[in-house]
Each structure stands twice: as C-alpha cells, then as structure tokens.
C-alpha cells in the first residue's frame, strides 16, 4: 500500500483527499504539527508528498527544500496560488508537479498514480531516520541538522543508524561491535568508544549535545 504524507492546514480539504485516495487502496497521513513537518515525514516515510504553500509557521517551499536536502521522494505541490511565478518556484524547490485549487479529485489521482507508476517502477525511495531536528538518510548515509550535512565516516554512520533504528531502547557494545565489523578494520572494545566519541564531537558540534546517551556497562541508546 502507498503511503501519501499531505500537509494542507484546510481540513475539509484533506479530508477529502483521504477519502479519495482511500479508494485507491493508498493511505494518507495528514500533518498534525505543522512546526514539526520533518518528524512526521520521517515518522511516515511516505511513497509521495502533497504539500500546500500557505501554512501555519513556515510555508510550503520551505517544507520542500528540507525534504529535497534528505530525500527524493516525489512531491507535488496543491495551492490556489497557482500563478507563473508560484509555479516555478515549486519547480526549482524540487517539486515533481503542481496542481491548482480547486481541483478535481479524478485529476488529482491521475496525476498522483502517474508519479508513483514512474517512481517506483525503478525502486522505492530511501527511508529518512529523524530525532532532535537530526536526518539520517540511508540512501547516501548523509546526516542533516538545520539544514546543515554533518560528514560522517561509515562506522560513524553505521553507529547512528543502529541507535536511530532502535530508538529509546539500548544497543548493546557486542551488537554495535558487530555490526563494525562488516568492515574491513580491527574493530575491538576500544575502537568502538573511539567511534562514539567521534561521533559525539560531531554531534556537539551541530548543537546535538547529549544526542547519545551511555548506560555503563551495557550499551548506547538515543531516547
């Protein structure tokens, strides 16, 4: 089942389109907290975003630069600002298309199916990890913080993704250490307490302090 992630402030509006793409066997989320747009994107890790101009604290081209900087999910614009220039804005952001308010719904999930035919006929998109405003994107191992990319080494980056997936719970030193030696490195007990205080440092650095947190003698965990 396709998941669609709509972030429209007009609720009868959404509505709407639930119902809608419903019947086409796709679920939609619709954002609940339009100052934590990221989260939710990351919470759904939808197929395809429909995504309003005019919203609540930040518009609709700023939610779409921050999805463009972590993912390539299609996304398509919904707006009555539909003039030339709005247009092109919503094109040069990264959208994938535009569709004017009011629309008709049968337009609307011609234009949705298309994108997702084209789309996934050559590979669903990368998921996105979020915690604290950070983006772990595992398509290209890239981390985000404020729209900033935080380099990371690939220990580094496999370290993060293991705590991000297993949020609010511990993973174990052993699990970590094995997890590095997929590698082609040494990887012993010390090697791993390096990689996390690397890993640390940068995090810090980013203004993402305590971002992971020590329980002695067992493991690591982000909560």
Same mark, same amino acid.
């Given at each position: 089942?396709?998941?669609?992630?709509?972030?429209?402030?007009?609720?009868?509006?959404?509505?709407? &389109?639930?119902?809608?793409?419903?019947?086409?066997?796709?679920?939609?989320?619709?954002?609940?907290?339009?100052?934590?747009?990221? =989260?939710?994107?990351?919470?759904?890790?939808?197929?395809?975003?429909?995504?309003?101009?005019?919203?609540? @604290?930040?518009?609709?081209?700023?939610?779409?630069?921050?999805?463009?900087?972590?993912?390539?999910?299609? $996304?398509?614009?919904?707006?009555?600002?539909?003039?030339?220039?709005?247009?092109?804005? =919503?094109?040069?952001?990264?959208?994938?298309?535009?569709?004017?308010?009011?629309?008709?719904?049968?337009?609307?999930? =011609?234009?949705?199916?298309?994108?997702?035919?084209?789309?996934?006929?050559?590979?669903?998109?990368?998921? +996105?990890?979020?915690?604290?405003?950070?983006?772990?994107? /595992?398509?290209?191992?890239?981390? /985000?913080?404020?729209?900033?990319?935080?380099?990371?080494?690939?220990?580094?980056?496999? &370290?993060?993704? =293991?705590?991000?997936?297993?949020?609010?719970?511990? $993973?174990?030193? #052993?699990?970590?250490?094995?997890?590095?030696?997929?590698?082609? #490195? @040494? +990887?012993?007990?010390?090697?791993?307490?390096?990689?996390?205080?690397?890993?640390?440092?940068?995090?810090?650095?980013?203004?993402?302090?305590?971002? &992971?947190?020590?329980?002695?003698?067992?493991?690591?965990?982000? #909560?």
């Amino acid at each position: 089942m396709y998941r669609i992630f709509l972030v429209e402030d007009d609720r009868g509006i959404a509505e709407a &389109i639930a119902a809608q793409t419903a019947l086409w066997d796709m679920e939609t989320v619709c954002v609940r907290d339009f100052r934590a747009v990221m =989260a939710e994107f990351s919470a759904c890790a939808p197929h395809l975003v429909l995504l309003d101009i005019s919203l609540p @604290f930040f518009d609709g081209y700023h939610w779409c630069r921050e999805i463009r900087s972590v993912s390539r999910v299609p $996304v398509v614009f919904i707006s009555s600002a539909a003039d030339n220039m709005n247009i092109v804005m =919503a094109m040069n952001m990264g959208a994938d298309d535009f569709i004017a308010k009011p629309f008709d719904q049968s337009v609307l999930m =011609a234009k949705i199916n298309a994108l997702l035919r084209r789309t996934y006929d050559f590979g669903a998109s990368a998921g +996105v990890f979020e915690h604290r405003g950070a983006l772990l994107n /595992t398509g290209d191992g890239s981390l /985000t913080c404020a729209g900033e990319k935080i380099g990371l080494t690939k220990n580094e980056y496999r &370290i993060l993704l =293991a705590l991000m997936q297993s949020k609010g719970r511990i $993973v174990s030193r #052993e699990k970590l250490m094995e997890l590095l030696w997929e590698s082609d #490195e @040494f +990887v012993d007990d010390n090697t791993l307490t390096v990689n996390v205080a690397r890993l640390r440092k940068k995090l810090d650095a980013a203004g993402l302090r305590d971002f &992971i947190r020590t329980k002695h003698g067992v493991g690591y965990l982000i #909560e």
